[in-house]
């Protein structure tokens, strides 16, 4: 498909539901938190019990009692839900060309971002049900992330502004009833991918600032259909055929599939869990056969997810991401460690530290102007920022400490710190100066 992301392309990799939902003791479920969503939402599952923060709607898997602005959520199971999040980050340095290298949604250094206005609708499906059972998702954003999330030939051609409009998820799921005890569930639309340890909706992520998997090597969208088996209590399988990475019903630019192949596992009494996932398919354009010599050739991307609930106050979770593009032939791959306390019902505690390889220099970079990624993904390399650059073959360590705060039940701030560090010889932080970095980031999410 057109190189996507030159910088970033495969924007490939994980992004898995970080549920954070707040729990009431008078609005408690009779039971725990079903199989998909704890083990495809392994970081914000605790910071759900470590901060007690309300998160949309329903796991792809299995259903959770969704709140409702409204008060639909009756009877029918339809869920209104959505969120502000708006946020600053000051880079110590004060770099001229005001990027924080390597970042996506916190991308401008010293500057304000209006990061996403959310709304979503859904009605949640019943996964134990003996009987066929239908329902749907349609979640709307607006503000300066979705420059970055936008599918090839799907609201990709907008606006250019700093905020743009983005559908994130639209698909509708049934449930069948059958083959195993618990029946299967068909998806069909445009939905995220159950892959890797964040996501777009800020709320499913327990810091403001995201990883460098999430930000180089990550897939956002997923066009097509997908199915999930019910084998077990504690065990999914799910599998997909989707038009691409990051692609959409209108601009597939090679016209062939992509395969998407995973499980979901969870412990008896669900203190561990494990998610695994694997996409392989052509991204690269068939119809052009001088991008840079490549004819289709497959992308190659293999995410795995293990939660442990260490005790009642502390969640360890550990994200290991290898992604290969043998149009290219580049690799990247690496590991995000993850440390959420708890320390009372309202403030925890959050530590990730990762490190991430990009061989080739063709994963991580900075994008100046609010077009240049979806340009590259496009395969449009005329009118690219200067200021839009890879950092070259390198080893990136990065160090984050944050808090979650709430401090109201539908106010919550997010404040980190941030350190990071290159290594092999480049410096692709501060105006491509120095080999390090240091942030300090907050951000303010107002939810309903």
């Not at 561990?272 to 398919?281: C, I, K, M, Y």
């Not at 705060?405 to 501060?430: H, M």
């Amino acid at each position: 498909m057109k190189p996507k992301s030159l910088l970033r392309i495969v924007a490939c990799f994980m992004s898995a539901s970080l549920l954070v939902s707040e729990i009431r003791a008078q609005e408690a479920p009779a039971s725990l938190p079903k199989v998909a969503e704890v083990v495809a939402s392994p970081v914000a599952a605790k910071v759900e019990v470590a901060a007690k923060i309300e998160t949309s709607a329903c796991s792809t898997a299995c259903c959770t009692p969704c709140f409702s602005a409204l008060g639909l959520n009756g009877g029918e199971r339809v869920n209104v839900y959505g969120l502000v999040d708006q946020g600053f980050t000051y880079n110590s340095r004060l770099p001229h060309d005001k990027q924080n290298f390597g970042r996506l949604f916190d991308d401008r250094a010293n500057d304000y971002r209006f990061n996403q206005a959310v709304v979503g609708f859904e009605r949640c499906v019943d996964h134990d049900a003996c009987r066929l059972d239908w329902g749907f998702k349609a979640e709307f954003m607006y503000g300066s992330d979705a420059r970055f999330t936008h599918s090839l030939g799907f609201m990709d051609n907008v606006t250019r502004a700093d905020v743009q409009p983005e559908i994130n998820e639209l698909y509708a799921v049934v449930h069948l009833p059958g083959l195993t005890r618990r029946g299967m569930d068909l998806k069909v639309g445009q939905f995220i991918p159950e892959m890797g340890a964040e996501r777009i909706f800020a709320l499913d992520n327990p810091l403001y600032s995201h990883s460098y998997i999430f930000n180089g090597a990550i897939l956002f969208h997923y066009t097509g259909a997908h199915l999930n088996v019910h084998v077990t209590p504690q065990f999914d399988v799910h599998a997909a055929v989707v038009t691409g990475v990051n692609t959409g019903t209108f601009d597939d630019n090679n016209n062939a599939p992509a395969w998407n192949f995973g499980f979901n596992w969870k412990s008896e009494k669900e203190r561990f869990r494990l998610a695994g996932a694997v996409h392989t398919g052509p991204e690269n354009p068939s119809s052009n056969e001088f991008v840079f010599g490549i004819r289709r050739r497959a992308r190659n991307i293999f995410a795995l997810t293990a939660t442990a609930d260490v005790n009642d106050n502390l969640t360890a979770v550990t994200d290991f991401h290898l992604s290969q593009d043998h149009g290219f032939q580049v690799e990247a791959y690496g590991v995000a460690q993850y440390f959420v306390y708890k320390l009372n019902c309202r403030t925890s505690l959050v530590m990730r530290l990762e490190i991430f390889r990009d061989d080739d220099g063709f994963f991580i970079g900075q994008f100046a102007e609010n077009d240049d990624l979806i340009d590259l993904e496009r395969g449009d390399f005329a009118n690219l920022d200067p200021r839009t650059v890879s950092g070259g073959a390198a080893t990136y360590t990065s160090l984050t400490l944050g808090v979650n705060q709430k401090i109201r039940n539908n106010l919550i701030i997010r404040p980190e710190v941030r350190w990071d560090w290159s290594a092999g010889g480049t410096a692709p932080f501060i105006d491509s100066t120095r080999n390090n970095q240091f942030t300090i980031g907050i951000d303010a999410i107002w939810k309903f």
